[in-house]
């Protein structure tokens, strides 16, 4: 009898130290299933390094536009601004501003894994997607009226030429560097402005029935450049006496020359022209620019999101 009792104590000891052992190696496997990460790191490092250079990117076009603001003296004179759209201070800043929000919510959002910020993040980038496809295509779908605002926006900048520097500086880019050409359809539009207008020389204008010098051509070889000692004013004296001839048969070319073809030294090409002559020159690198950049740009909306599925499932781990 005693030994029947031994033995069933024996089984029971067993069964315990078995159901022990059990409940052990389930914790040790649930507790390292806890303690195994969901978020993959490259994801989240992918995310946060990229989007603190755009970040960065947004700033600086931000503090630019918001110097050339303060250089103008914008902010106290907002009244008398003509068309703030056109201001390409303004679009800087507003360039900037939404470059720094897209940044910050991806860069922010993917460091902290805040599944908010993430979300902001990918909405933001899917707004901006549904709009700029749809501006693709109402612009394919409406290009008469496309190329009649981007004529009104470009006459707009001829009129107010001399009122604001920036778009001074965009004109004449546009004109000598980029398109090399002249005014919307040619180098009569710059008689809608005051100063070019031949009117203006009733009032002692310079500029009176001429164009902006990014209108003129530029000479294939200037040449060197060196400093000359000499001062302007007495060599200008002995250049006089020595050349008397010659200075009087020029006043009567000049006179006849004034004739001739401005051609020779202006561009005669509209910016409107130029600008669709350029871009059907490089309609292939335009398209791959643009397939470059929704690819991109879908690709960070995918990466926001799975980023965001894994830390849901992190957190779904972690409750259970």
């Known amino acids: 009898m005693a030994v029947a009792t031994t033995t069933t104590t024996t089984v029971q000891h067993q069964n315990k130290t078995q159901t022990f052992r059990t409940t052990q190696s389930h914790h040790h496997k649930k507790k390292r299933r806890r303690n195994t990460s969901e978020v993959s790191s490259c994801l989240k490092y992918m995310i946060f390094s990229f989007n603190v250079i755009l970040w960065l990117f947004g700033v600086l076009i931000l503090a630019v536009g918001l110097w050339a603001w303060t250089e103008k003296d914008t902010f106290n004179n907002l009244g008398k601004v003509a068309n703030i759209a056109l201001d390409p201070a303004f679009v800087l800043i507003c360039l900037g501003a939404l470059t720094f929000v897209i940044g910050f919510t991806g860069c922010v959002g993917a460091l902290r894994e805040n599944t908010c910020l993430l979300g902001m993040y990918a909405l933001i980038l899917s707004i901006l997607l549904l709009v700029e496809m749809s501006a693709g295509i109402l612009g394919f779908i409406f290009k008469d009226w496309i190329k009649s605002q981007a004529s009104t926006g470009f006459q707009t900048f001829i009129v107010h030429y001399r009122d604001d520097p920036d778009q001074q500086n965009l004109i004449d880019w546009i004109q000598e560097e980029w398109l090399h050409c002249c005014g919307v359809e040619g180098p009569k539009d710059w008689d809608y402005n005051q100063y070019f207008n031949c009117s203006s020389r009733d009032v002692g204008s310079r500029e009176a029935c001429g164009v902006p010098f990014s209108c003129c051509k530029r000479r294939p070889n200037p040449g060197d450049r060196h400093i000359f000692e000499r001062g302007c004013l007495r060599a200008g004296e002995e250049w006089i006496e020595t050349n008397l001839v010659p200075v009087a048969a020029v006043n009567v070319a000049v006179m006849v020359l004034q004739n001739v073809n401005s051609s020779l030294i202006i561009n005669e090409t509209g910016c409107l ?48």
Request: hydrophobic share 55%; net charge negative.
């Open 273 to 320: 022209e130029a600008i669709e002559e350029w871009m059907e020159k490089n309609m292939i690198s335009i398209a791959s620019y643009i397939f470059v950049y929704f690819f991109f740009h879908i690709l960070g909306i995918c990466f926001a999101q799975n980023l965001r599925a894994d830390i849901f499932a992190q957190i779904s781990k972690w409750r259970h």
